[in-house]
């Protein structure tokens, strides 16, 4: 199993980046999948989350209306659109792939992490 994240940068305030998870190793479009991050002395937080269809779609209050989820199941790919970026989402965001296949079996699946820098 791999999740391999790139798109990651320095971007000045205000600028977009786009973020893409690369899954290999399993059936990625029965998967949850969803994006993470993690700044210096925080905790890991969800940035935003899409069902295995996309038919549905969550995100942090953060960053709603600036991020966008989005994935394509015959390329093995989720993006994480960044719009109007602030240095408050600087960080080290991760991609994440969930699949609960009964109430004691979870497959839980962690990328290495791109780290996103936001700064003038």
């Known amino acids: 199993v791999q999740l391999v994240e790139s798109g990651g940068g320095l971007v000045q305030p205000g600028g977009s980046l786009r973020l893409s998870c690369a899954a290999s190793?399993?059936?990625?479009?029965?998967?949850?999948m969803s994006w993470h991050r993690q700044a210096p002395g925080k905790e890991r937080e969800l940035v935003a989350g899409i069902s295995s269809a996309g038919r549905s779609r969550n995100y942090a209050d953060s960053v709603k209306g600036r991020f966008t989820i989005s994935r394509d199941n015959a390329k093995n790919t989720v993006y994480l659109q960044m719009n109007s970026l602030k240095p408050e989402d600087m960080a080290v965001y991760y991609c994440n792939a969930k699949m609960r296949w009964s109430p004691t079996h979870m497959d839980d699946y962690w990328g290495q992490g791109t780290q996103v820098t936001v700064s003038s």
């Open positions: 190793g399993f059936t990625f479009s029965r998967y949850a």
